[in-house]
């Protein structure tokens, strides 16, 4: 594994359902995924790692979870996993028995993981049956030990639920409860390069504690982006896609959105050293 860049590949909110099914009777999520695999593979450069932020399957449900894991099976790099709104923890951590960095018999799925020098801090923001997240002082308290242990190391947060007001209403609805204290505890560990998340089903940045953090768009519907207080809950297929987030020492961590699809070109700008006009 080449130390001196590291390459990591985001997707989420996957939402795949059993064989067969479709999300809400018209997206067929395991096509989606399986195009958005086939697309991560063919990469010039392959990922050193990919992460999925959450909702993985639709209903949490041991027959989607099974489907998942066969979707993932080409992937040859580690695949690291985090629940959503949508998952349950239980049902997750036994489809995935091969996962050892998924804790056992713990109530929350956390825990750090390395890809190369970076420190993956995967945080739990699950409230089971409720579409909304929470950062409990139990969480926030294993957050902070965790970040002290491995200060200076250039960290990645991993969460489903952004920790920030996206103006879109409907998702904010069903956002993250008690977001404020995790601001002040980012800001003590400037080694913090990015905090990863999904739910929102589209690319958003924001600065948060002195660091970024980004949502993900989904490899299959997007969340209507719609800032008016009475928008209704609403998705389109919109072209989907993935982040692609390339560290090294000297620069830190850059992101990249990168569209799922088969797109004209690639045309040269420049023919034996002219540009084209």
């Known amino acids: 594994m080449e130390q001196s860049q590291m390459l990591i590949c985001q997707i989420s909110d996957l939402h795949v359902r059993a064989p067969g099914e479709l999300a809400y009777r018209l997206v067929d999520t395991a096509a989606f995924v399986r195009r ?11 990922p050193d790692a990919v992460v999925v932020t959450g909702d993985l399957a639709d209903r949490g449900q041991p027959a989607e979870y099974e489907h998942l894991a066969s979707l993932l099976t080409p992937l040859s790099m580690p ?3 985090i629940a959503g709104n949508h998952d349950q923890r239980d049902c997750l951590r036994a489809a995935f028995p091969g996962h050892e960095y998924l804790p056992r018999g713990t109530t929350f799925l ?11 801090v ?15 002082s139990d969480r926030l ?5 965790q970040l002290d242990a491995h200060r200076g190391a250039p960290i990645v947060i991993l969460m489903h639920h952004p920790p920030f007001v996206t103006g879109v209403s409907h998702m904010d ?4 409860q008690l977001a404020y204290p995790l601001e002040p505890i980012i800001r003590r560990h400037p080694s913090i390069e990015r905090i990863l998340c999904g739910h929102l089903h589209r690319t958003i940045f924001r600065r948060v504690g002195g660091t970024i953090a ?6 299959a519907h997007q969340v209507v982006l719609d800032f008016m ?11 989907p896609g993935y982040l692609l987030h390339r560290w090294n020492e000297a620069e830190g961590m850059t992101s990249y959105g990168v569209a799922i699809g088969e797109f004209d070109g690639p045309y040269p700008f420049y023919d034996r050293g002219k540009l084209i006009e």
Not at 36 to 46: G, M, W
Not at 122 to 136: K, S, W
Not at 141 to 145: I, M, P, S, V, Y
């Open 229 to 239: 207080p009475e928008a209704p809950p609403q998705f389109a297929m919109e072209p």
């Open 110 to 120: 956390q825990y750090v993981a390395s890809v190369g020098p970076i420190r993956l």
């Open 214 to 219: 980004a949502t993900c768009p989904s490899p």
């Open 173 to 176: 609805r069903v956002g993250l």
């Open 141 to 145: 308290q294993w957050l902070e030990r």
């Open 122 to 136: 995967a945080l739990d923001t699950v409230v089971p049956g409720e579409g909304g997240g929470l950062l409990c």
């Open 79 to 81: 695949v690291y996993l």
């Open 36 to 46: 958005c695999v086939s697309h991560i593979l063919a990469q010039r450069r392959l």
